[in-house]
């Protein structure tokens, strides 16, 4: 399924955790800091590989 793929799915999960399942603010943190990754990473990547074309 492509929403396994989605990288909001981890945010909504933790979320959904906090909500239903009682559980603590905290539980949110580690969802946070995977997008939080993925923000940094993505962009620094493609930085580094973007190149203008000098036609």
Request: proline residues 5%.
């Amino acid at each position: 399924m492509a929403a396994h793929r989605l990288q909001l799915k981890h945010l909504v999960e933790a979320m959904q955790a906090v909500k239903v399942r009682d559980e603590g603010p905290a539980s949110v943190l580690p969802a946070l800091g995977i997008l939080l990754a993925f923000t940094v990473v993505v962009p620094a990547l493609a930085v580094y590989l973007f190149r203008w074309d000098d036609a």
